[in-house]
């Protein structure tokens, strides 16, 4: 196959930060995807129907009228179920964000205790807003490699259990437990799959000395685990969805005595994924996981337009705009035309 082409896909996770960095890793998201589920943890957190709304406006100043920033609001303990539900109605939020304290980037003011936000579970239950998910426990008796799977067993399904209407997303999935729960799972249940996740094992965290662009959070995790995402990811169930958690940081923040977690993946996201599909023998499936099961999961319509992938080598940068990218200094079969 020479070229795929598509339905114009959507980004169902991603970090697009604020100010200058904003207006850096806006344009590649842009470029390939039309609508973005945008991640709500900029320093301080979005928690304010205003704060979300100013928010938008920012992106849409630098991403331009054929993108559409779908925002989230980020729960915190004092999470205010009124204000949920008025930015909701008011079409502001399609999701909120659970991240429990602590367990990643800016998630200081993440949720301590899970029954802090039951009222707001409730309500959104109610009102059919969905619920995304960063799914790791942060008890630090918990092996950083088990974070995922205990906090299925120990949240995760008693939410699924105590909510059974709610929807629930499962970012950025890293296991075969993750995987197999969300399968599993009543169909009030999804969860999105990163590129790293697909490419990439533990092993990359330390090919040749320590890998800082390789590191984002789930961390990555033994080969076993990549096999069963990556099955997930091209099966063609309406589960398992594009979400990149392109999560840039600045160059010295990766290449630290104490790296940040995240990973650039927006420049060649597209290409990346058809890659995966492509050596799964699944590029019949593509469409589904990029364009089409996650706006029937949101209840949204399928976007108009498409977008053409040519098969062509090219080779990924070192950087772009400054940022290191998935893949820097590979070459890469795919190219988005145009
Ligand atoms: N994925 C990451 O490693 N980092 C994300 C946060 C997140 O999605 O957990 C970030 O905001 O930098
Ligand atoms: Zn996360
Ligand atoms: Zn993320």
Known sequence: MQSITMRRPDDWHVHLRDG?????????????????????????PVTSI?????????????????????MTAYLTDNVD????????????????????????????????DIRNIHPALE???????ILCVHGEVTDPAVDVFDREAVFIDRILTGIVRDFPALKVVLEHITTKQAAQFVADAPATVAATITPQHLHLNRNALFQGGLRPHAYCLPVLKREEHRLAVRKAGVSGSPKFFLGTDSAPHAREA????????????????LESYATVFEEEKALDKFEGFASEHGPRFYGLP????TITLERSDQLVPDTV????PFHAGETIGWRVAG
């Not at 630290?256 to 996201?269: E, T, V």
């Not at 399928?302 to 337009?305: K, V």
């Not at 705009?321 to 290191?324: A, F, P, T």
Request: one cysteine or more; aromatic letters at 6%; a neutral charge.
């Open 321 to 324: 705009d400054g940022l290191v």
């Open 254 to 269: 990766k290449e630290s005595a104490c790296g940040c977690a995240g990973i650039f993946n927006a420049p060649f996201a």
């Open 81 to 112: 179920a009124d204000e949920l539900g008025r930015g909701h109605a008011e079409g502001v939020w399609v999701a909120a964000k659970l991240y429990p304290a602590g367990a990643t980037t800016n998630s200081a003011s993440g949720v301590t």
């Open 50 to 70: 205003d704060g979300a709304v100013a928010y938008r406006d920012r992106i849409v100043s630098v991403a331009g009228p054929n993108f559409t920033p779908l």
């Open 20 to 44: 200058d960095m904003l207006e850096r890793v806006v344009p590649h998201t842009a470029r390939q995807f039309a609508r973005a589920i945008v991640m709500p943890n900029l320093a301080p």
């Open 123 to 129: 309500r959104m239950e109610r009102i059919g807003m």
């Open 302 to 305: 399928l976007n108009d337009g």
